[in-house]
């Protein structure tokens, strides 16, 4: 599976991103899908995440009611709506797949992962 994250850019306090990650190699039936992003100076962070054939969706405390995350099964695709961002959500994001149906918080969980997209918030 290769994953190709892509939606980033510059964006002021208070704006929208939204961000994709799309699949090939395969579908993502059957996987659970994970958005994280990495701070410069800081560790790797959980952000959300889908299960893709159950459709459940989990929310780090720090994103919720500002980010959502859906999935598009026709295009393979899902993707993270990022809105009222803060300066503090400046980071590279990374989607991430692993097998199963359990969405897991941390890295270690994880099959594969794509190459990042750098969002920048600024004040």
């Known amino acids: 599976v290769q994953l190709q994250a892509s939606g980033g850019g510059l964006v002021q306090a208070g704006g929208s991103l939204r961000l994709s990650c799309a699949a090939s190699?395969?579908?993502?039936?059957?996987?659970?899908m994970g958005w994280f992003r990495q701070a410069p100076g800081k560790e790797r962070e959980f952000v959300g995440g889908?299960?893709?054939?159950?459709?459940?969706?989990s929310y780090a405390d720090s994103v919720k009611g500002r980010f959502t995350i859906s999935r598009d099964k026709a295009k393979n695709t899902v993707y993270l709506q990022m809105d009222s961002l803060k300066p503090e959500d400046t980071a590279v994001y990374y989607c991430?797949?692993?097998?199963?149906?359990?969405?897991?918080?941390?890295?270690?969980?994880?099959?594969?992962w794509g190459q990042g997209t750098l969002v920048t918030v600024s004040s």
């Open positions: 991430a797949a692993r097998r199963g149906t359990y969405v897991y918080t941390t890295t270690t969980g994880y099959d594969y």
């Open positions: 190699g395969r579908t993502f039936s059957g996987y659970a």
């Open positions: 889908v299960s893709w054939s159950v459709g459940s969706i």
